[in-house]
């Protein structure tokens, strides 16, 4: 069996505002370790998990209108194959944050395996503002699925 857990850290050294960081993380105590990204997907399968992350955030009404907008053109460029690979989305200059506007949504290690799916977390300035706070994305099994190195996550909570 796993577990999932949240850690989470505040720091106010005074400035403009505090500073807030969520680390996300799920252990196998079958494997007496923590289970990485690369135990759920192949790297072959990463730009198309990166979709559905920006295709969830597009969708998630949390979200503020321009991150979802952001999102939504992210999945649709990836559809459209304007990117080679992951390596490439996620190393494309044009995709990383300037200043308080944020960056795409990578498919990072910062994530917990829940009941319903994945949910992976971005802190402030990762793809959003410091107003808009930190981005809690819930990928349903249903939408990550085809991409999963083994589907027996999904039943027993962990990858074999």
Same mark, same amino acid.
């Given at each position: ?14 400035? /403009? ?32 998990? /990166? ?6 955030? $597009?969708?998630?009404?949390?979200? $503020? ?9 992210? /999945? ?11 390596? !490439? ?7 990383? %944050?300037? %200043?308080?506007? %944020? %960056? ?21 300035? !990762?793809? /959003?503002?410091?107003? !808009? ?28």
């Amino acid at each position: 069996k796993c577990f999932s857990f949240q850690s989470y850290a505040y720091t106010y050294f005074g400035g /403009a505002h505090p500073d807030e960081c969520y680390w996300n993380g799920t252990y196998s105590c079958a494997l007496k370790r923590r289970i990485a990204v690369a135990a759920l997907f192949d790297d072959k399968n990463l730009l198309s998990v /990166a979709a559905v992350i920006c295709k969830e955030i $597009s969708q998630n009404y949390r979200s $503020s209108e321009n991150l979802r907008r952001i999102a939504s053109a992210e /999945a649709a460029k990836i559809q459209r194959g304007d990117y080679k690979s992951y390596a !490439e989305y996620a190393g494309n200059p044009d995709n990383v %944050g300037e %200043g308080d506007i %944020g %960056g795409n949504p990578r498919v990072s290690e910062n994530f917990m395996i829940v009941e319903d799916g994945v949910i992976w977390t971005y802190n402030e300035y !990762e793809i /959003a503002s410091y107003s !808009e706070g930190h981005t809690d994305v819930l990928v349903p099994w249903k939408s990550i699925m085809p991409y999963l190195k083994s589907k027996k996550i999904v039943a027993k909570g962990e990858p074999k």
